[in-house]
């Protein structure tokens, strides 16, 4: 069974940096897409960022710009986020996530297989 497993979630103060990390398994990794997602409470799903099979195109929604950073290695089977100058409304549960678009989507309705998800927890 196809598995994504997200892992390095934490609390930390704004304006500071966290990874998250993403491991797949039981997927040919190399020919998905992949994204990040997050979720608060109360609040929508929502895209982060997405990069494509072979890591040469990447999007991000406006409100990390310049702050995070998604990458990939396909030898490793792994997806990562940087997250960098936090802001405590980018506390929400993260979600890495797999598309059988190679170019990676920014919609969730694109995506195959979804992880359990991470806690980020930034404070002020």
């Known amino acids: 069974q196809v598995q994504l497993v997200e892992s390095g979630g934490g609390l930390v103060q704004a304006g500071g940096s966290l990874r998250v990390s993403c491991a797949a398994s039981?997927?040919?990794?190399?020919?998905?897409?992949m994204g990040w997602f997050r979720q608060a409470p109360g609040k929508e799903r929502e895209f982060v960022a997405t990069?494509?099979?072979?890591?040469?195109?990447?999007s991000y929604v406006d409100s990390v710009k310049g702050r995070f950073t998604i990458s990939r290695d396909n030898a490793k089977n792994t997806v990562d986020l940087q997250m960098n100058s936090l802001k405590p409304d980018d506390t929400a549960v993260y979600y890495c996530?797999?598309?059988?678009?190679?170019?990676?989507?920014?919609?969730?309705?694109?995506?195959?297989?979804w992880g359990q998800g991470t806690q980020v927890t930034v404070t002020s």
């Open positions: 996530a797999a598309t059988g678009f190679n170019t990676g989507s920014l919609y969730v309705r694109d995506y195959n297989y």
């Open positions: 039981a997927l040919p990794f190399g020919r998905y897409g």
């Open positions: 990069i494509s099979t072979n890591n040469d195109r990447t």
